[in-house]
């Protein structure tokens, strides 16, 4: 059974940093390639980040330069290091794993002052 755990979301304030996790069991995680979507209330679900299994990395045009994506094959885990963030930058984030397709439960980020 494919599970993804989101984890390390909170409330920063803007110009503060976040490190999201997402733990992925059931599926050979080292094959697969993964993403980061967002969803902000009243919003459509969003695409953040992606990397291949072997590190390609691709971002969203808002979060390029703040935002980095990375993953450690061993661990089964995937990271969103997320910097200088911003209050439009609050929404729910979701971990996506491609093969096979699955979503993580979410994990909430709030900007804030």
């Known amino acids: 059974q494919v599970q993804l755990v989101e984890s390390g979301g909170g409330s920063v304030q803007p110009g503060g940093s976040l490190r999201l996790s997402c733990a992925a069991s059931g599926i050979i995680f080292s094959v697969s390639a993964m993403d980061w979507f967002r969803q902000a209330p009243g919003k459509e679900r969003e695409f953040v980040a992606a990397i291949t299994y072997d590190g390609y990395t691709n971002y969203a045009d808002s979060v390029k330069g703040r935002f980095t994506i990375s993953r450690d094959n061993a661990k089964n885990t995937l990271y969103l290091e997320m910097n200088a963030l911003k209050p439009e930058d609050s929404a729910v984030y979701y971990c996506?794993?491609?093969?096979?397709?699955?979503w993580g439960q979410g994990t909430q980020v709030t900007v804030s002052s």
């Open positions: 996506h794993s491609r093969y096979p397709s699955r």
